[in-house]
């Protein structure tokens, strides 16, 4: 198992910002794809946004297309996700996922078999 440690969550008015950054650890570990889901209290975990580690071809949600940016730093082995204009209904555990192979769509969680723990974004109105 490759843990993914993430980091940047916390507390924010509404159209603050925020960064979230996500590191795989393990040398020989190289995703394919790295993404961001996010579960909100008594709803389901969605997808937000994913990179493909060759050519960084990004994919959006489109609750967050235009006020969210995901970037890779492939020699860090690091995804980030910088959220900005952040509303009420963005407040979620937000999870970093990753897998080594193009199998599955990049917006269904079960494609993905490396998770990370979850941090909490609260953003007030």
């Known amino acids: 198992q490759v843990p993914l440690v993430e980091s940047g969550g916390g507390s924010v008015q509404a159209g603050g910002s925020l960064r979230l950054s996500c590191a795989a650890s393990?040398?020989?570990?190289?995703?394919?794809?790295m993404g961001w889901f996010r579960q909100a209290p008594g709803k389901e975990r969605e997808f937000v946004a994913a990179?493909?580690?060759?050519?960084?071809?990004?994919y959006y949600a489109d609750s967050v297309k235009g006020r969210f940016t995901i970037t890779g730093d492939n020699a860090k082995n690091t995804v980030y996700l910088h959220m900005t204009d952040l509303k009420p209904e963005d407040t979620a555990v937000y999870y970093c996922?990753?897998?080594?192979?193009?199998?599955?769509?990049?917006?269904?969680?079960?494609?993905?078999?490396?998770w990370g723990q979850g941090t909490q974004v609260t953003v007030s109105s």
């Open positions: 990179i493909r580690r060759s050519g960084g071809t990004s």
């Open positions: 393990g040398r020989s570990f190289m995703f394919f794809i």
């Open positions: 996922a990753a897998k080594q192979t193009d199998y599955g769509a990049y917006y269904y969680s079960s494609s993905y078999p490396y």
